[in-house]
Each structure stands twice: as C-alpha cells, then as structure tokens.
C-alpha cells in the first residue's frame, strides 16, 4: 500500500485527486491510501437532487462548501474535525459493491484504542449504537475507490443546520435527535486526543508498518487543479440537470432510497432521472436512457428492467421491488 499525502482542505481538490489516482496515475503499487479533511463542507452523493438535500441559505451564509462525490449514498455534512479516508484498489477482483474489506480495517484500529466500532446496516460505522462514519464506493473499469466519514470532533450543530433531511432519515428530528443517534470518536478516546493525534493513530494502523509516500509533484497538483475546476467546482457536476417531469416515484429499500421523476406523455415515457442514495456499480444513465421511449405500462417496464444488470445499477434492490417503486 501506498499513502498519497495531501496537505489539501479543498473538497474540491481531494475529490480531484482520488478521480486522478483512479483513473490516470499509475504509482506502481494496486493500493492506494488517503487521510485528509476539509474546511466546513456538505458532500452530496452522485445520485441526489442537490437543493433537495441541503439548506441552501444556511450553506451560502456560512461560506459552506458544497460538492457531489463520484460515488453514491447519501449526503453528508464534514468540517475540520472529521476526517475523510479513501482506499483505492486497482485490478479490483471482486464483483460490485463490497464494504466489509474496507471497513473492517478502520472498525480494528479503533477497537485497538479501546473504542467499541462495529459496522452496521447498509454502510455505517457505529460506536454502540450510534453512528460515527458513512461509507460510499465507486467502481470505474477495474479499479475500487471506497471512502469513509469519521466523525472526530465535528460542530454537530452546524452539520444539523447544513442539511435538509427527508423524514426518512434518522435526523430528521433536530438536534436534539442527531446528539442521540451521531456521535465524535473523541467522546469515546478521551479529551486528551487531538485530532493530529487521531489521526497518527488511524495511519500507524491502516498503513500497516508500509512507509511508501508519493509526494505530489507540480505536474499532478496542475492535472488534479483542472479536473477540480472542470469537474468538481462547476455548477453542472454539483447541481445536474433539471428535467421537467410530471410523475415522481420514490421509495425506500434495504439498498437506499429510488425516487424516479419522469416525463410521461401520451403512455410513453419522454424524459427520465434517477435519484437516490443508493450505491451501484454500473453507469446510472444506461438505465434512464433504457426507460426512455417506454410505454408507462408495467409488462413494458418489467421487460426494460429484466434486460439490464439491476443490482450492478441499485445495490441490494432488485427489479421486482424497482417496478414497484415505478408502477402500481
């Protein structure tokens, strides 16, 4: 394994860089490691409706930047006292989503230090039973890149205040709710822990004893610069398109939340976005574009869906439940 180090607090640029290590760095090594943090940030996941998600005029009041993952899951808030960590696998062998060979290294190295972690549900971290880390993965070609939350030391007033949560959600309540169901690992460590210290400890463990470190060169710095700007910091990536539609599906499965807004003219389905916090492994448009042009009928519907690789699209949700969520 390899650790990349980045002394970045940009989201923006630390998005940029897993994407370039993903897809156009070759370091010699199949594993790749990050641990970085960013100034106050509300991080939406791939497949969401932006201004659904956040409280926009908290956002912009407070100088809160707001960025879209690559990978799926839901949106979440993180500032100076969370961490980010992201492993990277190329040559990934495995088959869709998987968060067990990711998590697991992060649950050992707190129970090392005392902290009672598991991993629970479909991609938290608990201490007891709250919540601690959300987890997010994304597959290009063959390449993994998973990445995690850890709630350190975080202003869980202003995480509250950052997002607009759907009553689905375990948060929705209010900040009272959210002190009962979150929690920062240094509750559990000890008020002697900084967050440096933290997290020394989590790379003393993660590393494993490997003392492999790519520093950046000017060359990469310039190369993740223009996929930031280009990509991460445009107001197309962050917010998407906008379609008109007149029918809204949604419904919350064991592998996320679906909500399919379509354009439906004449019994045959014009237009077509998926939202969500799931998580897949395949190119969500494949399946907007398949619906396009089908009649609003269930046996039609039931033909697009059984053609397509379902699961590598919505983990853990079959088509079945899918074409319940589209039609009675």
């Not at 994407?19 to 106050?40: A, H, M, V």
């Not at 129970?111 to 997010?136: C, H, P, T, Y």
């Not at 998580?279 to 494949?286: A, K, R």
């Amino acid at each position: 394994m390899i650790y990349v180090d980045s002394n970045s607090t940009s989201p923006y640029f630390n998005f940029a860089l897993e994407e370039y290590l993903l897809t156009q760095k070759d370091l010699g090594d199949d594993e790749i490691f990050l641990f970085w943090r960013t100034s106050p940030t509300v991080m939406v996941g791939r497949y969401q409706n932006t201004l659904a998600e956040i409280n926009e005029p908290y956002v912009k009041a407070n100088n809160v930047n707001l960025v879209r993952r690559n990978s799926g899951g839901g949106t979440i808030y993180t500032d100076m006292g969370a961490w980010q960590f992201t492993f990277i696998q190329k040559n990934y062998k495995n088959e869709g989503i998987s968060f067990s060979k990711f998590t697991t290294p992060v649950v050992e190295a707190l129970r090392a230090e005392g902290v009672d972690a598991s991993f629970s549900g479909r991609n938290d971290l608990m201490i007891g039973n709250r919540k601690f880390s959300g987890n997010a993965q994304y597959i290009k070609d063959n390449a993994m890149l998973h990445h995690g939350s850890l709630l350190f030391d975080t202003d869980i007033k202003s995480m509250v205040e950052a997002l607009s949560v759907s009553e689905e959600k375990i948060i929705a309540k209010g900040i009272k709710s959210v002190s009962q169901r979150v929690i920062n690992v240094k509750e559990a460590m000890g008020e002697g822990v900084t967050s440096e210290d933290f997290r020394d400890i989590m790379l003393k463990s993660l590393l494993k004893g490997s003392n492999k470190i790519y520093k950046l060169t000017d060359e990469d710095i310039k190369a993740i610069e223009k996929i930031s700007k280009e990509k991460f910091e445009s107001w197309e990536w962050t917010y998407g398109r906008n379609p008109k539609f007149n029918l809204e599906r949604a419904k919350r499965f064991k592998g996320g939340r679906v909500s399919f807004k379509l354009e439906v003219k004449n019994g045959t389905i014009e237009d077509c976005q998926i939202e969500g916090d799931f998580f897949g492994s395949g190119d969500i448009e494949s399946v907007e574009k398949s619906l396009i042009g089908c009649k609003y009928k269930k046996e039609d519907l039931k033909k697009v869906l059984d053609s397509l690789d379902v699961e590598s699209y919505f983990y853990k949700i079959t088509g079945d439940e899918l074409l319940e969520c589209l039609i009675d």
